[in-house]
């Protein structure tokens, strides 16, 4: 099997590259893991990736002078790696233009709410606070505009009467790790395409393919 490369970025804990390197363990995943790199070197990721032997790289977003720079060292360890697929996988640095125009249509993102609602940081916190009985993850090609662009799939899960941000948060993270090989494996099965900024599936508008919704 000729098995799609994926260079994953990280800024931290990294359960959601733990999810994706398990994925890509068994032997019908049509994906391999060239390299996990993390803007921090102090990421617990880092660890996790280097004891499942995948190789592991630094660019730390301090050692540059402004965003450009240290989008373009990325960008030279990442394309050295010749990735199909770059994957966001709780990087937490904002990216510029000229990165994301770099890899358009072959980056995409975990993010921890049901975009369009709540894009940005504290998405657990700001669901409570709205009311909202449902809440959930979304993967979604990455775009100019942060936390915006084309969806691929999306988890929901109930939001309880006595839910905190953790509890409502460890919810949505066992979600975020069903649907983010899930995602990767569309992409490397060539099954995902973009038409009218939405995402389509085997050439076709499938939303209730890319919905999960999960039971209490
Ligand atoms: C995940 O919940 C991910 O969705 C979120 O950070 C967490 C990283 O956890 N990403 C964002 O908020 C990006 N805007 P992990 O390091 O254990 O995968």
Redesign the pocket.
């Known amino acids: 099997m000729n098995r799609a490369g994926i260079v994953i970025l990280?800024?931290?804990?990294?359960?959601?590259?733990?999810?994706i390197l398990e994925a890509a363990r068994a032997g019908d995943f049509p994906a391999e893991i060239r390299a996990v790199i993390s803007n921090a070197p102090e990421?617990?990721?880092l660890e996790r990736a280097r004891a499942a032997d995948v190789a592991t790289e630094v660019v730390n977003h301090r050692d540059y002078r402004n965003r450009t720079e240290f989008d373009r060292a990325l960008m030279e360890k990442i394309d050295a790696r010749t990735p199909d697929l770059v994957a966001?996988?709780?990087?937490?640095r904002i990216l510029g233009p000229e990165f994301i125009d770099h890899y358009a249509g072959r980056l995409i993102?975990?993010?921890?709410s049901l975009l369009p609602k709540f894009?940005?940081?504290d998405?657990h916190e700001r669901a409570l606070a709205s009311g909202a009985k449902v809440h959930g993850?979304s993967v979604h090609f990455v775009t100019r505009e942060?936390?915006s662009g084309p969806i691929i799939i999306q988890a929901a899960v109930p939001v309880l009467a006595h839910d905190t941000p953790e509890t409502l948060?460890a919810r949505?993270?066992e979600e975020?790790?069903r649907i983010y090989p899930q995602a990767i494996r569309w992409f490397a099965e060539n099954r995902l395409s973009i038409r009218d900024g939405r995402v389509l599936l085997d050439g076709a508008q499938r939303p209730e393919q890319g919905l999960v919704a999960a039971s209490r």
């Open positions: 990280i800024s931290g804990r990294g359960s959601n590259m733990q999810a990421a617990a990721g966001l996988a709780g990087f937490m993102n975990i993010h921890p894009p940005g940081l998405t993850a942060v936390d948060a949505v993270l975020e790790h």
